[in-house]
């Protein structure tokens, strides 16, 4: 019992901190929590009621970094969330199978967008020409209804599929936001707390938690959480980036092996 409490812990730790950086943290705790003995239902329901202490420990670590950007995130919140019911609904009519296949390119496309999203390519870069555009007060209405829709089209995604979120938000974020990479890392862990949340009371009318390795591995992941923003402070971030998106790519490689060859 001891080590199952000290594996779920680390895994919570690990987790956290892929939560808090890269959006992955389902690589480490949905896993753990299988190896432990939970069936895949049961640790799914169980994995997102316990990343709720990521986002916690996220927020948290982040203030800083959300200070004048409340009235933006609560938005960006409330769009996912109707994207994420919509999915959840689709979920219900069209079971993920019907279109695993799909999902690896999904993922490889955010990865694609946070290399490109991160590249300095001077004054023709694809930043100066998006705020060049904002001038423009048609072009402005255009460029924020598509990245509100983005938005919940990512927030539709995540509460259909689930793989992988984090990461879709935190590229699509990069293309569309002009702020810091830490302040764009803060509002993805706002959106991701919101969705666990939501999807966590659901699953208390709906379905069964695991509590006691909620708090176990929750402790780990508060900790993984709060330490997550502070290593995005002071890592370079061009290298922080490219360890991501070579993190989404193994997994839509992974993806894809388990949807065509299986």
Request: proline residues 3%.
């Amino acid at each position: 019992m001891l080590g199952t409490i000290i594996f779920l812990f680390l895994a919570g730790v690990a987790a956290g901190l892929l939560a808090s950086t890269a959006g992955l943290a389902s690589v480490a705790s949905y896993p753990a929590l299988l190896a432990v003995g939970l069936p895949p239902v049961l640790a799914n329901v169980t994995n997102t009621a316990a990343l709720i202490f990521s986002g916690l420990g996220a927020i948290t670590s982040s203030i800083k970094e959300l200070r004048g950007h409340w009235r933006q995130v609560s938005l960006f919140v409330a769009l996912s969330l109707f994207g994420s019911v919509g999915g959840s609904w689709l979920l219900l009519a069209a079971p993920a199978e019907s279109f695993e296949k799909v999902v690896p390119f999904f993922i490889l496309i955010a990865a694609l967008m946070l290399l490109i999203s991160g590249r300095e390519t001077g004054s023709s870069s694809s930043k100066d020409a998006l705020k060049a555009a904002r001038q423009h007060p048609l072009k402005r209405f255009l460029i924020l209804l598509a990245s509100y829709l983005g938005i919940v089209l990512v927030g539709a995604y995540t509460g259909y599929f689930g793989a992988a979120g984090g990461v879709l938000f935190l590229a699509f974020l990069s293309v569309i936001l002009d702020d810091d990479f830490a302040v764009v890392n803060a509002i993805k862990n706002v959106i991701a707390f919101a969705g666990n949340f939501v999807a966590t009371v659901i699953f208390i009318f709906r379905s069964h938690i695991v509590w006691h390795f909620v708090l176990v591995m929750g402790i780990g992941l508060f900790i993984g959480g709060y330490l997550g923003p502070v290593i995005v402070r002071h890592v370079n971030i061009k290298l922080l980036r490219s360890l991501i998106a070579l993190a989404a790519i193994v997994l839509a490689i992974d993806l894809f092996v388990k949807a065509y060859f299986k």
